[in-house]
């Protein structure tokens, strides 16, 4: 029935999820595989209150005290089982964002974030989804790091020590090539717009959707005339137009924007001042197509939508670069897991007093960030009985008025948080009363 498949669903979930984590001794598998449904069971209450008891709560700090407990320990066979996808093509949603804990708190180990001012680390994370639909899979690799303060150099020794955005090509090693009958494609924003990271994607037989801003970067069009990326553009037909719905923001109304769209062969040449990487690989030019996007008849005092997409795929039709586009599009779920592991989960405000424990415990949340983002995505079964979907956000404190609109994912989260309480009790009561 529904109270046993809930009930049962955090419990199996988390066994299938941790229970092949290597972490040195089978009883500290067993400890992360209950200490996962707990925090499954309730993702943004802090340790206490998701372990229920003095007991548990202290074999979960002990938990992330052993060395053999680091986060690629707890996320790899979660990340493993996502990669085993083969028959299709599936987007690889990649983005880095920063973990804050705040200047005033004592913990030790962290460095600094934002423009300086505060304290954390950083995840890059790619997460795994199906091409043509929004179906999440999970994570397919994922790396913690700290930011140094860089001393002021020169460009060319600068290229020669390690640099923050090398995190973009460990990640995408990490996940590898695709397997044979499968399609890898990373889609990533302006910041991995870097021919190291296109290198990394050659090399590991991978495509690529990545936003562009440098538009005066010099390129090669397949005659081998030589334009900026930007030129390159203003010579191409307009190859297809679309309308999209702008909602409103703070400085300009909602709006129905008028689209255009040009596409072009291009081949971007490798930089002169190589780095390491790059002198190794030797790969020094690498093929590839653009896809831009710009709105006409813009309103008066309304900035118009503009964006340049660099990507592995030949396009001869508007139909293929809506192919491209719309998988970009999809980018946003990687800022929805975000969310989830932020609001959701409340990483942030875990109060842990050294930068090691508090990276085991983003990797176990990592990965039930993803649970929850896939409950509240409509990937689970009970997704479709819209009527349950508006009791579950009554729990949660929606009052369904007429002009309320849907129910957000935190208020959906909150409304299974207490249901999933109250059919723990129930197991319970059923357990001791027979």
């Not at 987007?91 to 180990?109: A, C, K, P, Y």
């Not at 994607?201 to 959707?209: A, F, K, P, S, T």
């Not at 990965?367 to 009791?391: D, K």
């Amino acid at each position: 029935d529904l109270v046993a498949s809930l009930t049962l669903d955090v419990d199996q979930w988390a066994e299938q999820t941790f229970g092949e984590c290597q972490l040195g001794d089978t009883r500290r598998t067993k400890r992360a595989v209950k200490l996962a449904a707990q925090a499954a069971t309730c993702p943004d209450g802090s340790t206490p209150r998701q372990t229920e008891s003095w007991a548990d709560c202290k074999a979960a700090y002990r938990l992330f005290d052993e060395d053999d407990v680091s986060f690629e320990a707890l996320c790899e066979p979660h990340w493993q089982s996502t990669r085993c996808r083969t028959e299709s093509t599936w987007l690889l949603i990649g983005d880095t964002t920063q973990v804050e804990f705040g200047i005033f708190r004592e913990v030790s180990g962290l460095g600094p974030t934002g423009d300086g001012g505060g304290r954390g680390f950083f995840l890059h994370s790619e997460l795994m989804v199906a091409a043509d639909s929004e179906e999440i899979v999970g994570l397919a690799g994922a790396e913690i790091f700290h930011r140094g303060s860089p001393p002021r150099e020169p460009t060319v020794r600068r290229r020669k020590r390690a640099r923050e955005s090398e995190v973009w090509g460990r990640v995408i090693d990490q996940i590898g090539p695709p397997p044979e009958t499968a399609r890898l494609i990373h889609v990533f924003d302006a910041g991995a717009d870097n021919y190291e990271v296109f290198s990394h994607l050659v090399l590991q037989n991978c495509g690529w959707v990545v936003r562009t801003r440098q538009l005066h970067r010099k390129v090669r069009d397949s005659e081998g005339g030589r334009w900026t990326v930007r030129s390159l553009l203003d010579q191409q037909p307009v190859c297809g137009q679309y309308e999209l719905l702008v909602r409103s923001c703070w400085n300009q109304p909602a709006r129905t924007a008028q689209l255009e769209v040009r596409i072009a062969p291009l081949v971007m040449p490798g930089p002169e001042c190589r780095s390491p990487f790059l002198k190794q690989c030797g790969i020094k030019e690498i093929p590839m197509s653009v896809v831009e996007v710009r709105e006409v008849d813009v309103p008066k005092g309304i900035e118009p939508l503009h964006w340049v997409l660099l990507t592995s795929e030949r396009l001869n039709s508007f139909s293929q670069a809506w192919t491209i586009i719309d998988w970009y599009e999809k980018r946003q779920l990687i800022e929805e897991y975000h969310k989830c592991l932020k609001t959701g989960c409340r990483i942030e405000h875990r109060q842990y007093k050294t930068s090691t424990r508090l990276q085991r415990m983003t990797g176990l949340l990592s990965v039930v960030a993803v649970r929850l983002l896939q409950r509240l995505s409509g990937n689970g079964t009970i997704t479709t009985v819209g009527e349950f979907f508006r009791t579950l956000a009554g729990l949660g404190g929606f009052l369904g008025r007429t002009h309320d609109g849907e129910a957000g994912w935190i208020t959906l989260w909150r409304g299974m948080e207490k249901l999933i309480l109250c059919l723990r009790g129930h197991q319970a009561m059923k357990q001791r009363c027979g």
